[in-house]
């Protein structure tokens, strides 16, 4: 972050005039929505020849969303395409891919028991097999040759790791004739000397003439590695600029934006640490090093926001917090009961540790059963509803009954309706009800408000800031920095797997984003 | 020594229904569609096979090639309920089976074909050769199906490891996302192999009337649409060893009768059992060691639906 960028002696050494020629592909007016949910919102994008162009911005800012419809993924609603001036309809990735557009997506495309030629092959029907096999063996060495690549392509993928992976997913791109090449996030998995290899060959792409558009969070990676800068927010393009032309401070602003969050509502009432972590580190169940170094301390009647760009291991530190994941090293003391590192995920929860995950369909709410079954559950195991060997069903209904209407969750025509039928905000009510119902000392509380209105979203947020008012120990993780600056008494700030910084509120908005973006 | 040959010109007859239905499912399967309706498949094939024997007077390639027609077309609401409708595939499969038994049973009774004998397929006669002693009666004295099952390993063995259809057929079992995003039509590959495969699983019935027993009984299938089910889990999916299975069960299936025909008494139900057990074991062992799980159809009993986000 603090290397001045170093992009503009390319075009002193021969680099392509990228101020002068025109675009090869435009995208004007685009507009995408998903539902209610506008994705992108009159976009203009434009792309040169030989031009690393960086899209940067935060997770939801429609960067993905952007790309996807010009790989043909979505159709979108409104606006036009231009490829070499003319214009286009892009239907489906085939059409993309006959405009010698291709997208690396995050997810990698590939059959693991495969080889490299034979993920390569498949989407390259006809001929006879086994010459087409030596043609793509060279076409491929050719290719990797070119931007510096080694890649074994006769070994399965699944041996390979995850930069081979990617290597080879760039390859397949190259040789089925892409020269705008969409890479989306591809830094994000790669250790830092991965990134940098990759980085070069990304330049030496544009070298050879190809355009790339280069997806990406990381402000240090854009300004270092691209030729110009697109920064979207919110689904809109805030401006496009040059790396020489702009600081790390003014593009951080524009990622962030300026809007000025209310002023939170501050606890009155902080008092002990309810929940302490410590130098704690955990790995994914693949092996990757997730939680580098996660330390804080969270007081009885407060929140304490975790920010930070998805996928820098948020989600991780719920699993860990919760207990379905176990730590690598590192301790978690809880107040009054000790040590609860190696405490499984029910002990958590019977000495009051209470979960509100991300995806509420999926890890909170069994779909399938009762909206009371789906209440009852956590009293059921400590035996609020009968023993073992009966459950008491009028308990558990005049329970669910009671709790829909204190947490006003609305849709619940019958007690029996099955959960799957609530809207997103009310299947969270109910989530939130369930796991209020025990007085917890600690909530863990991981994108609440994801996919919910502005009015279920202020509903959540009004039953975090009672429990903290309770002296409850709230920890509120979320991508949206609003969010954070809204509810939260602190704020750590969450980058590559560690609590980079910590503020006290009211926080600059800046600094935080400054953390957040940052590298190293 | 004529307990020995007698023994050995006889496997391959009990071999060919196992080797055949074992590929069948083996093409199904490899693209990620789980068939458990290979005994439906069989007694499908096998009253077609009797059936048509019976009608045009004769013609026992003609009738192996209905088997297959009879046994794709049932091959098609199977196909249909479970690729395009994703009905669940173990219940589809095993729908399969209770609709063949009963539909088989109704039309053969209906048409007075059950209990009747027929003139079925003859053995080949390579002249002098069937005269060598030993190698005559073993290679030579046999009927042409089981030539042209060895020949269709080879082909279909061809077809899968060294064909862009292969390839393809395959990558839509391992992972059908990826396959789609290559441009591959997974929903048609996957059609056409569970087809393909009830071709070979009907011939596989066909073979039980019109070669081996030239008669058509209820329920003549007798569980090797199962055994063939059980094979291909013991080979792991792959052709040359099903192949090596169904020679295996060969040898004991003609072994019973022999052995009972010189006064040794063997528990039938023991020898029957046989397979199930063999197949148990190799699945324990398989899952205690993860790394033998490379060839197995990773998709395999997974539905593809194509879905953009939200």
Not at chain 1, 244 to 257: A, F, Q, S
Not at chain 2, 162 to 188: C, F, K, Q, W
Request: aromatic letters at 6%.
């Amino acid at each position: 972050m603090t290397e001045i960028p170093d992009r503009n002696d390319a075009s002193a050494d021969g680099g392509p005039d990228l101020n002068g020629s025109d675009p090869v592909l435009t995208m004007s007016g685009i507009t995408k929505s998903f539902g209610d949910f506008l994705a992108l919102d009159n976009v203009d994008f434009d792309l040169k020849k030989g031009e690393v162009h960086a899209l940067l911005g935060e997770n939801g800012a429609g960067k993905s969303s952007l790309m996807n419809v010009v790989a043909g993924l979505y159709a979108a609603d409104h606006g036009t395409i231009h490829v070499s001036g003319q214009p286009v309809s892009i239907k489906g990735p085939s059409d993309a891919q006959d405009l010698r557009i291709g997208m690396v997506h995050q997810h990698y495309k590939l059959v693991m028991p495969f080889s490299a030629v034979e993920n390569i092959l498949l989407s390259h029907p006809g001929g006879s097999y086994e010459q087409s096999l030596n043609q793509m063996r060279e076409d491929i060495a050719q290719k990797a040759e070119l931007i510096g690549f080694d890649v074994d392509t006769d070994k399965p993928v699944a041996s390979l790791s995850i930069a081979e992976q990617q290597r080879v997913e760039i390859l397949k791109v190259l040789v089925a004739g892409a020269n705008f090449i969409i890479l989306d996030e591809p830094t994000a998995v790669l250790t830092d000397e991965e990134g940098q290899r990759l980085l070069n060959a990304i330049r030496k792409l544009a070298d050879n003439g190809n355009s790339v558009v280069l997806v990406t969070h990381n402000l240090s990676e854009a300004l270092n590695h691209s030729d110009r800068i697109t920064v979207m927010r919110g689904g809109r393009v805030v401006d496009t600029v040059l790396p020489k032309d702009v600081t790390p401070p003014e593009l951080t602003r524009m990622i962030v934006g300026e809007t000025i969050s209310e002023t939170p509502e501050l606890s009155k009432v902080a008092g002990v640490p309810q929940l302490k972590v410590r130098e704690l580190q955990a790995s994914r169940t693949d092996g990757l090093a997730v939680i580098k170094n996660v330390n804080f301390d969270v007081r009885r009647g407060e929140i304490y926001g975790i920010a930070g760009v998805g996928g820098n291991g948020q989600g991780e530190l719920v699993e860990v917090l919760t207990g379905l994941l176990p730590v690598t090293s590192g301790n978690l003391y809880l107040h009054e009961k000790g040590d609860i590192t190696h405490s499984r995920a029910d002990e958590r929860r019977s000495f009051g540790i209470a979960c509100i995950p991300s995806d509420r369909q999926t890890y909170a709410l069994a779909g399938g059963l009762s909206v009371s079954d789906n209440f009852a559950i956590s009293g059921v195991l400590n035996g609020s509803y009968g023993s073992w060997s009966r459950i008491d069903r009028r308990k558990m209904q005049s329970a669910t009954d009671a709790a829909v209407k204190k947490f006003d969750v609305q849709g619940v025509r019958s007690r029996t309706q099955r959960a799957a039928l609530l809207s997103g905000g009310n299947a969270q009510k109910l989530v939130i009800a369930r796991e209020f119902s025990g007085q917890p000392g600690v909530v863990i509380a991981h994108s609440p408000n994801r996919g919910l209105d502005v009015r279920a979203s202020a509903a959540v947020h009004n039953h975090l800031k009672s429990a903290r008012d309770r002296g409850a120990a709230v920890i509120l993780l979320s991508e949206d920095l609003d969010e954070i600056m809204l509810l939260s008494d602190r704020i750590g700030v969450m980058n590559s797997g560690a609590i980079v910084a910590e503020f006290d509120a009211p926080a600059d908005r800046h600094a935080i984003g400054k953390a957040m973006v940052g590298h190293d | 020594m004529d307990f020995l040959i007698n023994w050995l010109a006889n496997i391959p007859g009990f071999a060919v229904p196992f080797a055949l239905g074992a590929m069948g499912l083996i093409i199904c399967e490899k693209s990620g569609v789980l068939n458990l309706g290979a005994e439906g498949y069989l007694l499908i094939g096998a009253m077609a096979g009797a059936g048509s024997v019976l009608s045009f007077g004769g013609y026992p390639m003609l009738a192996l090639g209905i088997a297959a027609l009879a046994s794709a077309a049932l091959a098609l609401v199977f196909a249909v309920l479970v690729i395009f409708l994703r009905v669940n595939q173990v219940i589809s499969g095993l729908t399969i089976v209770f609709l063949a038994q009963g539909l088989t049973s109704l039309i053969a009774g209906k048409q007075g074909w059950t209990n009747k004998a027929f003139t079925g397929l003859a053995d080949l006669d390579f002249g002098p050769l069937s005269d060598i002693p030993l190698i005559g009666p073993v290679l030579f004295r046999q009927d042409p199906m089981v030539y042209l099952t060895i020949l269709a390993f080879f082909a279909v063995s061809y077809v899968m490891n060294r064909t862009h259809t292969g390839l393809r057929l395959r990558a839509v079992g391992e992972n059908p996302e990826a396959s789609d995003a290559a441009g591959i039509n997974v929903m048609m590959m996957r059609l056409a192999a569970v087809l393909v495969g009830a071709l070979f699983l009907g011939l596989a019935g066909g073979y039980l009337t019109v070669v081996v027993s030239k008669i058509w009984v209820d329920g003549m299938a007798g569980g090797r649409g199962w055994i063939a089910i059980a094979l291909v889990i013991f080979a792991r999916w792959r052709l040359w060893r099903a192949l090596a299975g169904a020679v295996l069960f060969g040898c004991i299936e003609a072994l019973i009768p022999r052995v009972a025909a010189i006064g040794i008494q063997v528990p039938q139900y023991f020898v029957l059992m046989l397979p199930y057990v063999v197949t148990l074991g190799v699945m324990v062992w398989t899952s205690l060691r993860k790394d033998t799980l490379a060839n197995d159809p990773s998709a395999l009993g997974r539905p593809f639906v194509r879905e953009e986000r939200r």
